[in-house]
């Protein structure tokens, strides 16, 4: 059973500080990684890919990946409260066999 | 432009009815999917589609079952509707970087 991994939170940072979100998986042939903000009732949005080694920086967000270690992260600068949402990790093995974590809420406190 | 939609936002029925969402993108994407996110708010992939070839069917029961018209084009028929049934039914696609793009969901609620 290939499974993902994240603290369900809730993570609470002040704002303008560095969020850090943490996701573990188990599949060591896993090729891609996404990172997915959730808005309560809304759908999943695409945040960040990776998909080899070491950092990828868009914006404020900064994923990581650690294949070794079966390890991705996501590093949201500069907190903001329009941040506060669900994030979710999601892992790609071979084809389109995709497994979400159960996601971690993140809380920005103004 | 909506990327991916879906139709109906929102979905009631009754035990036992036989219901369908459907769902389209304009992205010019080659595969599509169906996941379901219960109430614990897990999101589970049921269904991937490439090409209009089912790639992956989840231990899903049979009496749901996808239909791919076309590449731009992904519905889901749920027949026998269960109480458990109940939950959030997103549609995505991708492009060959997997890259998912969602719908915005249908809320299942089976009475």
């Known amino acids: 059973q290939k499974e993902v991994e994240q603290n369900s939170g809730p993570l609470s940072v002040p704002e303008g500080a560095i969020a850090s979100l943490n996701c573990t998986y188990s599949?060591?042939?896993?090729?891609?990684f996404f990172w997915y903000r959730q808005y309560s009732g809304k759908s999943p949005e695409l945040i960040m890919s990776?998909?080899?080694?070491g950092d990828k920086e868009d914006g404020r967000f900064t994923a990581q990946l650690n294949k070794a270690s079966q390890y991705v992260s996501l590093l949201i600068r500069d907190s903001q409260p329009s941040d506060s949402a669900t994030y979710l990790c999601?892992?790609?093995?071979?084809?389109?066999?995709?497994?979400f974590g159960p996601g971690t809420r993140l809380s920005v406190l103004p | 432009d909506t990327a991916v939609s879906q139709t109906p936002k929102y979905l009631v029925t009754q035990m036992g009815n036989d219901k369908s969402i459907k769902c389209e993108q304009n992205?010019?994407?080659?595969?599509m999917y169906w996941y379901k996110q219960d109430s614990k708010k897990f999101l589970k992939i049921m269904f991937s589609?490439?090409?209009?070839?089912?790639?992956i069917n989840e231990t899903v029961p049979n009496r749901f079952s996808p239909k791919s018209p076309d590449k731009a084009h992904l519905n889901l028929h749920i027949n026998s509707l269960e109480l458990g049934d109940s939950a959030v039914y997103f549609c995505?696609?991708?492009?060959?970087?997997?890259?998912?793009?969602f719908g915005p969901g249908t809320r299942l609620t089976v009475t």
């Open positions: 995505a696609s991708s492009s060959r970087s997997y890259e998912q793009y």
């Open positions: 599949d060591r042939v896993s090729q891609s």
């Open positions: 990776i998909y080899s080694n």
């Open positions: 999601a892992v790609n093995g071979y084809g389109q066999n995709f497994v």
């Open positions: 992205l010019g994407h080659d595969t």
């Open positions: 589609y490439n090409n209009k070839e089912l790639i």
